[in-house]
C-alpha cells in the first residue's frame, strides 16, 4: 500500500472485499454493516438462511451464502465465491460463535463440548487456512477473529464457550507470525458480553427461558464498568474497521479487549446466579 501519512489513515475500504461468518445476527450483522458503510463488498456467512438472505438484502452490494463453519467445504466454498465473483479477498472476520452448555467441568457434556469446539475454534482455523490460501499470491489482507473477554477474566462464561475462545489469541499470533511476511495482518478482538439476539438465544438454552431481551441488556448495562456508553454490537464492529483499515494497518498478532475496563475491575459474570 505504499507509505501513508496521518491524514491518509482513514477507515475507507472501498473496493474490499470481506467475509464474515456468523452474520446474520449480532456483531457478525453490525460487522457486515460496518464494513459496508466504508465502501467494502460484504460476503454474508451463517447457517441461518432466513436472516442471513434478509440482512444481505438490505446492504447494497452484499450476498448471503449458507456456510456452516465446522465443515471445511462450506468455509472454502465462501473463500472460492469471493475469488470467482471478485477476483480477491480482503478481509475475512471469523466470527461465528455458539455458547456452549452450562454446568461445573466435571459435569461437562463432551458431545457439547465438541460441538462448541467445532464452531468456535475449528470454525476459525478453517477460516485462516483458506483466507490465507487466497491472500498470500496478492501479498495483502486482513484477518479478524472474534474472541471473548472470558479468554482473560476466569469464571465469566460456560466452561467450553471459556477453554475454546481461550485458544484464539494463541491461533492469532502464530498465523499473524507466518503471514506476516506475505502481508496478511492477524487479530482477535474480545469483547464483554454484547446484547444480541443469538446471547439471548444462547441463556435460553443454558436455562434462562423467562429472560427478556430488555432484561438482558439492563443486566449487562449495570454489570458495566464503563458508565454513559452501554456495549452494542456496533462497538465491536467499529473495532473491527479499524483494525480492517489502514488505520490499523501496523497491528498484527494483537487481542483488541472491548470491555469498557470491566476485565480489569471485574471478577464476576452478571449472568452466572441466573443461571445456577
Do not use: W
Not at 474497521?241 to 469498557?260: K, R
Request: charged fraction near 15%; glycine fraction near 12%; include cysteine.
Amino acid at each position: 500500500m505504499g507509505e501513508n501519512t496521518l491524514s491518509d489513515c482513514v477507515y475507507r475500504l472501498e473496493g474490499q472485499v470481506v467475509i464474515v461468518t456468523g452474520a446474520a445476527s449480532g456483531i457478525g450483522e453490525a460487522a457486515a454493516r460496518g464494513f459496508a458503510a466504508e465502501g467494502a463488498k460484504v460476503i454474508i456467512t451463517d447457517v441461518d438462511e432466513t436472516l442471513g438472505s434478509s440482512v444481505a438484502a438490505s446492504i447494497p452490494s452484499a450476498h448471503f451464502l449458507r456456510a456452516d463453519v465446522s465443515q471445511e467445504a462450506d468455509v472454502a466454498a465462501a473463500v472460492d465465491f469471493a475469488l470467482s465473483t471478485y477476483g480477491r479477498l480482503d478481509i475475512m472476520h471469523n466470527n461465528a460463535a455458539i455458547a456452549g452448555p452450562l454446568g461445573p467441568v466435571t459435569l461437562l457434556d463432551m458431545d457439547a463440548f465438541d460441538r462448541v469446539y467445532s464452531i468456535n475454534l475449528r470454525g476459525q482455523v478453517l477460516g485462516i487456512k483458506h483466507a490465507a490460501r487466497a491472500m498470500i499470491p496478492a501479498h495483502r489482507g486482513t484477518i479478524i477473529c472474534t474472541s471473548s473477554v472470558a479468554t482473560i477474566l476466569g469464571g465469566s462464561a460456560p466452561n467450553a464457550y471459556t477453554f475454546v475462545k481461550s485458544a484464539i489469541p494463541g491461533i492469532v499470533r502464530s498465523a499473524a507470525a507466518e503471514l506476516g511476511p506475505h502481508g496478511i495482518r492477524v487479530n482477535a478482538i474480545s469483547p464483554l458480553g454484547v446484547p444480541t439476539p443469538g446471547m439471548l438465544g444462547g441463556l435460553k438454552t443454558l436455562g434462562a427461558g423467562n429472560l427478556t431481551f430488555e432484561d438482558m441488556q439492563r443486566m449487562l448495562d449495570e454489570g458495566s464498568e464503563f458508565k454513559g456508553k452501554p456495549l452494542r454490537a456496533e462497538h465491536i464492529a467499529q473495532a473491527a474497521v479499524f483494525l480492517a483499515s489502514d488505520a490499523g494497518g501496523y497491528i498484527s498478532g494483537q487481542n483488541l479487549v472491548i470491555d469498557g475496563g470491566f476485565s480489569v475491575t471485574k471478577t464476576y459474570n452478571p449472568f452466572m446466579s441466573l443461571l445456577k
